[in-house]
């Protein structure tokens, strides 16, 4: 086991006392019976102890929602897990709680980050691997729950000599990335001496969240490091290099600073830079003074040329030239990056505004179940408010799916499960799922298709995703008293499905990006989403062989159709 099974000071933890620095066990006294009052009848007894599990539940989504902030606050891994194991701490009142992760090249098991009584005796410490409860938790892959340390086989004591805890009641759980256990998390002593089943169900719940967290930082570290080794090569690549006098004008230059300006060397040299660049003269005073005072000052530049406008990030530099002192200057082509990063900020305040709203009402109703047991209001409402904070989970859950879904069929790794599917079966029951909503919006939804359609060759969950999409997509942009209609008619070898609605329509230009992935058009503004379900319907339809397309005039609302094959004869 880890070495959290290791020596406790001799205070017991929640069933010793101090005195005068020695512990000493408490006596009991002599019982005496007392009568015992008549029990409340089975109606009394389940509104507390309902409302005690509500209390629970309550404070296990809390946990859980604050520790995700917690692993999603910082992409350093050992801060993320510093400030895990501090929340486990606190929640689960215990002693002493660690992570500790496996070393890729030894194979050992390493703790990691430790809090609590004798942490600063545990970080460092390695075991080999199924050595201790630790190192059989990691081996075995399932969690162990031991409520008497020392009665355990597994235990490992030899680090209890190192240590000044006395391990007991003991709760270590695996932390697993894609069904490999890469760590282990492990609690000690908790304040009421035992851990019971919940308490460990709730633990393998942060493991798997902890599990995200470290993949992620995995994750940003390669791209960190992959990133270091492209600057490096671009560095050393054919950039436009220019040596200048102190004075701005250029000495030499190379062959692609001669492309760039479009002269030759004999043209270009006793130049001055900052004029070929069109640039302020006195911002390039200020390069060159820094530069002269050892400094190394990166400038941003737009170079245009007709229509075309180019970023230029120049880094200058003092060297020697020809004995004498000179500056160097080196221009990166960074149009693309600066195209990039405006995407980026595009993406991330989409995916924020989607983000904010669900977990805006997870807050709400967390902080209405906290006053409604404080005030000990209805069960029912407080059951009810747990219902939306459900709901604003499961939204989280599927805007995170429709990422990996999207990616798996970019990627070719998504194959539709073909079965033989009736067009009128699909589109009654997308129709059906869509309903409440539009009445909720004053909308009016129907279906136009006939019962004796030929079967479809598709995968169902797909197909009722592609229409779900479109149906949502339509509810979105119809206004009050407004129509959808989803048809479905054949046409040759293939079923066409066409979903219409009375909103704003498309304009020709914007047709053409409909379906990209994160997609906003003008007419997006004000409207959740973050341009992923059309980009599915693509993807999703591609893949079984068919074609989407959309037909819309401005102001004359839009239609989505899309076709899929036949069942094969």
């Not at 298709?449 to 030929?454: A, G, I, N, Y």
Request: charge should be neutral.
């Amino acid at each position: 086991m880890a070495p959290w099974q290791h020596a406790r000071r001799h205070q017991a933890f929640g069933r010793r006392s101090r005195v005068g620095g020695s512990s000493t066990k408490p006596k009991r006294g002599p019982r005496t019976r007392t009568k015992r009052p008549a029990e409340p009848g089975p109606d009394q007894q389940a509104a507390p102890s309902q409302l005690e599990a509500l209390k629970k539940q309550a404070r296990q989504l809390a946990f859980l929602l604050e520790t995700s902030q917690v692993l999603t606050a910082t992409l350093d891994l050992d801060r993320v897990l510093q400030s895990l194991m501090a929340q486990i701490r606190d929640h689960f009142q215990v002693d002493a709680v660690s992570a500790a992760l496996l070393d890729e090249e030894s194979g050992d098991l390493v703790f990691r980050v430790a809090v609590g009584d004798a942490a600063a005796g545990i970080i460092g410490t390695r075991l080999r691997p199924g050595v201790g409860i630790a190192g059989w938790v990691v081996q075995k892959g399932k969690p162990a729950l031991v409520p008497v340390a020392r009665e355990d086989k597994r235990f490992h004591a030899d680090t209890d000599e190192t240590t000044d805890l006395e391990t007991q009641a003991v709760l270590a759980v695996p932390i697993v990335i894609e069904g490999r256990s890469i760590g282990v998390i492990e609690a000690l002593n908790p304040a009421s001496g035992a851990f019971d089943a919940d308490a460990q169900r709730l633990l393998c719940s942060v493991a798997e969240l902890a599990a995200a967290a470290i993949r992620n930082a995995g994750l940003h570290e390669r791209v960190r490091q992959a990133e270091q080794r492209h600057e490096s090569l671009f560095q050393e690549s054919a950039d436009p290099v220019v040596v200048l006098d102190t004075g701005g004008r250029i000495l030499d230059l190379n062959r692609r600073a001669e492309q760039l300006f479009d002269g030759s060397r004999k043209e270009l040299v006793g130049s001055t830079l900052f004029r070929l660049l069109g640039q302020p003269e006195r911002s390039w005073e200020r390069a060159l003074r820094e530069v002269s005072e050892g400094q190394q000052p990166s400038l941003e530049l737009v170079l245009s040329s007709g229509d075309e406008h180019r970023s230029l990030e120049a880094h200058l530099a003092r060297i020697s030239y020809g004995g004498r002192e000179a500056v160097q200057w080196v221009g990166h082509d960074i149009t693309e990056r600066k195209a990039l990063e405006k995407a980026r900020e595009d993406v991330t305040h989409m995916v924020v505004h989607d983000l904010r709203n669900p977990l805006a009402s997870l807050m709400g109703s967390l902080q209405l179940i906290r006053k409604s047991l404080a005030d000990r209001e209805d069960l029912r409402l407080v059951r009810e408010i747990i219902a939306v904070a459900i709901r604003s989970g499961e939204r989280l859950h599927r805007l995170t799916d429709s990422l990996l879904e999207l990616g798996r069929l970019e990627a070719g790794e998504s194959e539709p499960s073909r079965v033989p599917l009736k067009p009128a079966a699909l589109v009654r029951e997308a129709v059906e799922q869509a309903q409440p909503i539009a009445l909720g919006k004053r909308q009016t939804i129907s279906a136009q298709v006939e019962s004796r359609l030929p079967q479809v060759s598709a995968d169902p969950a797909m197909v009722a995703r592609i229409l779900a999409n479109l149906i949502d997509n339509a509810l979105k942009y119809t206004p009050s008293d407004g129509r959808i209609t989803i048809s479905a008619e054949k046409a040759g070898n293939e079923i066409l499905f066409a979903v219409s609605d009375t909103g704003p329509g498309i304009g020709s230009r914007m047709q053409k990006r409909v379906f990209d992935r994160f997609a906003r058009l003008e007419r997006d503004i004000g409207v959740e989403g973050i341009g992923l379900g059309l980009a599915y319907c693509r993807l999703a339809v591609a893949a079984h062989g068919g074609r989407i397309w959309v037909d819309s005039e401005p102001g004359e609302g839009a239609t989505f159709r899309f076709t899929l094959p036949l069942v094969a004869k």
